[in-house]
């Protein structure tokens, strides 16, 4: 799908090609692979070749406004995918921290259900603590961090599946 962007006077055609995991596209002759998580409604934690961004947008007429390091860019298409659903195996599975950090404390366990928005890892960057809150509705699959550890953008804290799906590989559902 092709996108418009504008930086300042400059537009620019971004042609993207969306994946289970996010979205793949080229600016320049550099590729990038970008994968998002919503953070709240104008937070994005992006990672982006494996480099974790946090990313502040805002709705503009026609798009929305993403910034990333005090740099905007008007995505003037980005309307156009809002409202198609996402399928669950669509949704990411893994709760990455957004900066470099240390983990404070870990609020689940392997096997637990939570909701969207149930804390699952609360972290310390910057002499800010930031919880980490699950994005949908899921079973914690594994947890890969313990607290005091020193963690970096892009290493999985957390796997989560989207309920129903962890009853369908074991077999329990119905």
Not at 12 to 21: A, F
Not at 37 to 54: A, F, M, Y
Not at 87 to 95: I, R, S, Y
Request: hydrophobic share 35%.
């Amino acid at each position: 799908m092709d996108y418009r962007c504008k930086t300042g006077d400059t537009e620019t055609t971004l042609t993207c090609t969306t994946h289970k995991d996010g979205f793949s596209t080229e600016m320049d002759g550099t590729p990038y692979s970008v994968s998002a998580v919503p953070v709240d409604e104008t937070k994005l934690h992006l990672c982006i070749n494996g480099r974790g961004l946090l990313a502040h947008v805002e709705a503009i007429e026609g798009g929305k406004r993403v910034t990333i390091g005090g740099i905007s860019m008007d995505v003037l298409d980005a309307d156009r995918l809002a409202h198609t659903p996402s399928a669950p195996d669509e949704l990411p599975g893994d709760v990455t921290p957004p900066m470099p950090s240390v983990v404070v404390a870990v609020l689940v366990a392997p096997g637990d259900h939570v909701d969207k928005g149930t804390p699952l890892v609360t972290l310390s960057a910057m002499k800010m603590e930031t919880t980490l809150a699950a994005p949908f509705d899921a079973m914690v699959s594994a947890i890969n961090t313990n607290p005091g550890d020193q963690v970096m953008p892009g290493e999985i804290l957390v796997s989560i599946e989207p309920k129903g799906q962890e009853e369908e590989k074991t077999g329990t559902g119905g």
